[in-house]
């Protein structure tokens, strides 16, 4: 059975997270599988991502995988899926993979980048894709409390009742907070993430920012490992999934 | 009469176009006039911006100008003027400016950018701000020719019907074509644009580039002052008006 790997774009607005759920819930998974059925004219039994997204978060390069009973045209696959989808989800490239190949297992990196629009004028043109701030932020200290996360650490202080991980241990390539304008942009790249992890990190940043967290830094909140240390979740719209690279 | 001036960021998609028209269409001069004085709770003679932009044009910062009685509070008129219009267009700064500044009169520099998203996907987190175009674009051969235009020319070939300018004579400080992943922008700076003269620009360079012109450069497009000479106007859903300078 050809074995397929999808890279995908989509607008988390438009859909309830990554996850098939039972009812009438519209979601990227179910979706997905729908219309792949649809277009090739055969049952498939299940299409797996590299991971899920949350309600609302977005992917710039989701990557997916499904098997087939028969190899089909690519192109006209790509073409086909975007179509039905109307601008809510596109395909970005299409391949035949190895049949070993799965989009979980065998990721190397993923870079989330989660955008904050800080300037008092509420967002018009990058509606939907920041979370606005008016409030100044001090990105110097943002940036520096950002990279004390690289490396191997128990993130168990920024992960969501109900995550459903192996393990709280989780390794952290790059950390980062950048200004570009009046947009504040937190880019971390890593193997895996607990539940809403990216947003509670972001979250906590920006309280440690407006002194909402005083006394604490990241890496003792890390080492505290308690939910209630850490900050706020910050909203799912401003984040996106920017890649997932695999070995 | 105090003089305030605005810089104000637009979605295009929302409005048909800045000027106010007869009748029941919903123009950007037309709602902000509207929303001025509801916020102000007095009669605007005339908001006038810095030029117009057509209908389904973005802006991330235009600047306007209008009279009024008394010196209002700049913050609450921010606040107020943003929050009436609901993410569509949003207040970025305000101040008071001296009797004399007028904002079409006294702009020096305006500065366009067209984007167009170059891949075989359709857009869909840059959706209704990029022009799709799947096949490949030579960037190398529109800069070029983009570049071209930079200097004192006669763009009658770029002018649309209709165009109310006192000459067809313009002078270009910038013109070039970037590429920034997928996305291939084109970006000019001049004192003041002939209508649709930025969207047939890109519109000939990309014809140039699909080879859909062939034997005329720029230049000559520009020497023969005939519109049929030049390419198809861009959709304007491409364009955003980035900023406009004063002395």
Not at 119 to 140: C, D, M
Not at 151 to 173: P, Q, Y
Not at 191 to 197: A, D, E, I, P, S
Request: hydrophobic residues 45%.
């Amino acid at each position: 059975m050809p074995n397929i790997k999808l890279v995908i774009e989509y607008d988390g607005s438009a859909f309830h997270g990554w996850q098939t759920q039972p009812g009438e819930v519209r979601t990227i998974q179910g979706e997905l599988h729908r219309v792949l059925e649809t277009v090739l004219r055969e049952k498939i039994k299940v299409v797996q991502a590299s991971g899920r997204t949350d309600a609302g978060v977005h992917a710039k390069a989701q990557v997916v995988a499904f098997k087939v009973e028969e190899q089909p045209d690519l192109l006209r696959l790509t073409h086909s899926v975007s179509s039905l989808f109307k601008g809510e989800l596109s395909v970005v490239s299409a391949e035949i993979v190895p049949d070993s190949f799965h989009p979980i297992r065998d990721a190397e990196r993923k870079q989330y980048s989660y955008r904050i629009l800080n300037r008092a004028a509420p967002a018009v043109l990058k509606k939907g894709q920041v979370w606005h701030i008016s409030e100044p932020l001090n990105v110097e200290l943002m940036n520096r409390e950002a990279k004390s996360l690289i490396g191997v650490h128990d993130f168990t202080s920024f992960m969501a009742a109900g995550c459903e991980a192996l393990s709280t241990v989780k390794e952290i390539f790059e950390s980062e907070v950048v200004r570009d304008g009046d947009i504040v942009i937190y880019r971390v790249v890593g193997k895996g993430f607990l539940k809403q992890m990216v947003r509670i990190i972001v979250g906590t940043l920006v309280d440690i920012s407006r002194a909402r967290i005083v006394g604490h830094t990241m890496r003792e909140i890390v080492e505290l490992k308690d939910r209630k240390a850490a900050g706020i979740t910050a909203p799912a719209h401003g984040l996106s999934l920017d890649f997932v690279l695999y070995r």
